[in-house]
């Protein structure tokens, strides 16, 4: 006889176990809550339909500047519509007030944390993260280390937020514990988009069009 926590589908537990509402089964995945990245290709391509939400999102560009913000524009400004924060932490430029206007964000509903090193980066946009009070924070790190990735990880888990963070190209030779990794290519009058990590989903890439740079 197999062990009780052995139970097949044909056991008479079987029924009532899919009768009880909230059970998890091992066979099945949990899952994801999202929000839409405003990009169907996009969404199908994602765990969840969309930007998972209380995790982590490590985005890494090829080469600055081709659309690497633009991408979580109509995210972004669903939250502002929705009276949410959005929370630019140590970006490598001055967000563009005409530029942010133009997409959507208004200017009362965006936060610009300007950290003097990457450590006080990260502990800004944990923080943030953690308290739950913006509804994403963007953050931009040459961190390498695992650890900081995973203490942004479980600061998102916390506060229920879209989480995201940028770096560099030299940091795809190291392993991520982001819930979801792509890579951002430049395309003709496009932006290629490769998954190469995704919790509970899969891989894929798709080329969506990028009509403002933020």
């Known amino acids: 006889m197999p062990p009780p926590s052995l139970i097949s589908r044909s056991h008479p537990l079987s029924p009532l176990l899919q009768e009880i509402p909230g059970v998890w089964r091992a066979h099945e995945l949990a899952p994801v809550k999202a929000r839409s990245t405003g990009h169907g290709a996009l969404d ?3 765990p969840g339909g969309g930007w998972p939400i209380g995790a982590l999102t490590e985005l890494i560009p090829l ?15 669903r939250l502002c519509d929705e009276k949410r924060h959005i929370v630019f932490v140590h970006p490598p430029y001055i967000p563009y007030a005409p530029a942010l206007l133009s997409a959507g964000l208004p200017l009362p509903r965006v ?20 308290e739950g009070a913006a509804g994403a ?9 695992d650890r900081p990735l995973r203490r942004l990880q479980l600061a998102a888990e916390a506060g ?19 819930a979801l990794r792509i890579v951002l290519r430049p395309a003709p ?26």
């Open 189 to 214: 009058a496009a932006l290629g988009i490769e998954v190469l990590k995704a919790r509970g989903g899969r891989g894929g890439a798709v080329f969506l069009p990028v009509h403002s740079h933020i």
């Open 44 to 46: 199908a391509l994602l």
């Open 137 to 145: 924070v963007l953050l931009w790190s040459h961190a390498v280390a």
């Open 63 to 77: 080469i600055e500047g081709i659309g690497e913000v633009a991408v979580l524009q109509a995210a972004l400004k």
């Open 111 to 130: 936060l610009w944390i300007d950290a003097a090193h990457d450590e006080d980066a990260h502990w800004a946009a944990e923080q943030t993260l953690r």
């Open 160 to 178: 229920q937020s879209l989480a995201f963070i940028y770096r560099p190209v030299v940091t795809l030779n190291s392993s991520s514990p982001a």
